[in-house]
Nanobody, 115 residues
Framework: QVQLAESGGALVQPGGSLRLSCAAS????????MGWYRQAPGKQRELVAT???????NYADSVKGRFTISRDNAKNTVYLQMNSLKPEDTAVYYC?????????WGQGTQLTVSS
């Protein structure tokens, strides 16, 4: 059974930093493109960042220069380091694993950026 377990969500002040983690099980992790998506209240889910099995990364324009996605294939874990957080980063963050026609999602973790 595939599981993607996100952790690390929290309440953070503007300008702060946070790291999200997503531990995967039930998949051959190293063969999947891993990604982070987010969904704010009343909005559609949107791409935040992806990382291929070869380590190539892609970011939404809104987070470029502030967020960094990385992966540890030995730990079956993908991370999202978030710096210079803004209130508009407030959302539920979802981990995604994708390979060809296979597509899996985690349950999400809440990030709230507020003073």
């Amino acid at each position: 059974q595939v599981q993607l377990a996100e952790s690390g969500g929290a309440l953070v002040q503007p300008g702060g930093s946070l790291r999200l983690s997503c531990a995967a099980s039930g998949i051959t992790f190293s063969t999947y493109v891993m990604g982070w998506y987010r969904q704010a209240p009343g909005k559609q889910r949107e791409l935040v960042a992806t990382i291929t099995n070869g380590g190539s990364t892609n970011y939404a324009d809104s987070v470029k220069g502030r967020f960094t996605i990385s992966r540890d294939n030995a730990k079956n874990t993908v991370y999202l380091q978030m710096n210079s957080l803004k209130p508009e980063d407030t959302a539920v963050y979802y981990c995604n694993a994708r390979r060809i026609t296979l597509n899996f999602w985690g349950q999400g973790t809440q990030l709230t950026v507020s003073s």
